[in-house]
């Protein structure tokens, strides 16, 4: 089998997505997520004019030499750009090698090693109770496992809270809105919330928060031991990870379990958080993180250090990413749980997938390959608009972390 053609999508079901399609001589084809939030046609340009023009003639079926090719050949190595293009180059060659043999993704993974893989989502709220009420929401639709953030008081807009009771969602149509952060403010209020969600809920749910990297280890190690009455499944992203070794300074002080990765596209930015065991979940994806190919030993590599996988899986990940996922998180042994953030009721038909939510957890489906088809007529409907994460400053004016 050969390579013969490749296509670069972009559309926008709701939001952005950039979606890379395999063609071989067989006509079997291959499918690839090469989104990145507020950066896609940074992505499109990388494969459209230096990484597609290298595959025509290649044999799909070579997934790790054609990874290494792009990785190693190229001299420039790792950032999210290259790495979201290659992740969706590996992406649609493991689609395409399970496609011709018949299978699910899974079964050349390694098979099944669980039933189904349970998921967390994310229930939001303006002050402390609407987020309770919004988690009771979440716990009727079979959730056991919930993220939960709310408004902070004096703070106007907090992200991860969605404005005027909607669902929030990861980038906003035109430039980067200005946002005002106050870490003060922010580090008095989460204890207060987590302690009215145990009132409230009891020991039924597992909890969890995202910091979105807005503290420094000694915030977040203070922020750690405030909230383990309340027993935390993880508390993620606690400070921004380019300093690894800022991370045993909050391991010292809390034993409040830590995520990290959903920015990470290497391994070697998180090797010494997984060989020195600073972290609990490791959250790197499949899309920013090169593929299935690098993803597969990031997990093998994170196992002998007790480290556990928490895929990111908001909406800025197209489906295509939450099946591959799915499929890696069914075959390997230190799963831990899965994000799941619903998309938008106009993406599903654009990417119809096998995968599917049941009670809490989700099943790859037994399609073969990733199990996603893109409707690329449906798609041309939805042009792309461009959209971008907010920014964050201080109060005082200085620019903070995202
Ligand atoms: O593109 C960035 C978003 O996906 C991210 O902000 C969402 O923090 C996030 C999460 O944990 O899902
Ligand atoms: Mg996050």
């Given at each position: 089998m050969k390579i013969t053609d490749a296509k670069v999508f972009v559309s926008s079901p709701s939001r952005n997505f950039v979606t890379l399609k395999l063609i071989t001589d067989e006509g079997i084809h291959g499918l690839g997520d090469a989104t990145l939030n507020g950066r896609e046609k940074a992505v499109v340009a990388y494969l459209q004019d230096h990484l597609v023009p290298c595959l025509i003639?290649?044999?799909?079926?070579?997934s790790e030499d054609i990874w290494q090719y792009f990785y190693r050949g190229s001299y420039w190595r790792r950032g999210p750009v290259t790495m979201t293009a290659i992740a969706a180059i590996d992406m649609a060659l493991w689609d395409l090698k399970a496609k011709s043999l018949n299978v699910p993704l899974y079964q050349l993974l390694?098979?099944?090693?669980?039933a189904s893989v349970q998921v967390y989502c994310h229930a939001t709220g303006a002050d402390i109770e609407a987020a309770v009420d919004d988690v009771g929401r979440h716990i009727e639709q079979g959730y056991r496992a919930i993220r939960v953030q709310s408004g902070v008081p004096g703070i106007a807009a907090t992200y991860g809270v969605g404005k005027q009771g909607r669902k929030y969602e990861p980038a906003q149509e035109g430039m980067p809105e200005e946002c005002v952060w106050s870490t003060s403010k922010y580090l008095a209020h989460v204890p207060q919330l987590f302690r009215r969600l145990r009132d409230v809920y009891g020991d039924r749910i597992e909890l969890l928060h995202d910091a979105?990297?807005?503290?420094?280890p000694i915030e977040a190690a203070r922020l750690g031991k405030d909230l383990e009455p309340f027993r935390l499944l993880w508390l993620e992203d606690?400070?921004?990870?380019?300093?690894?070794?800022?991370?045993r300074l909050i391991r010292r002080h809390t034993v409040t379990p830590l995520a990290v990765g959903?920015?990470?596209?290497?391994v070697h930015d998180c090797l010494t958080l997984i060989t020195e065991q600073l972290v609990d979940y490791i959250r790197m994806t499949v899309v920013h993180g090169g593929g299935i190919t690098p993803i597969m030993k990031l997990a093998h590599l994170a196992e002998p250090y007790h480290v556990r996988t928490g895929f990111h899986g908001a909406t800025d990940l197209s489906p295509i990413t939450m099946a591959a996922a799915l499929h890696v998180n069914t075959a390997i042994n230190n799963f831990g749980i899965q994000e799941h953030m619903p998309h938008d009721p106009l993406v599903d038909p654009v990417f119809r997938h096998g995968y599917t939510y049941e009670a809490g957890s989700m099943l790859p489906g037994?399609?073969?390959?990733?199990?996603v088809e893109y409707d690329e007529a449906l798609a041309a409907q939805y042009p792309y608009r461009p959209a971008y994460l907010p920014v964050n400053r201080r109060e005082d004016g200085t620019l903070w972390n995202w």
């Open positions: 003639d290649r044999d799909p079926f070579q390694g098979g099944k090693s669980r979105h990297h807005r503290l420094t606690p400070v921004s990870a380019e300093l690894q070794e800022g991370f959903e920015v990470f596209n290497s037994e399609e073969p390959g990733l199990g």
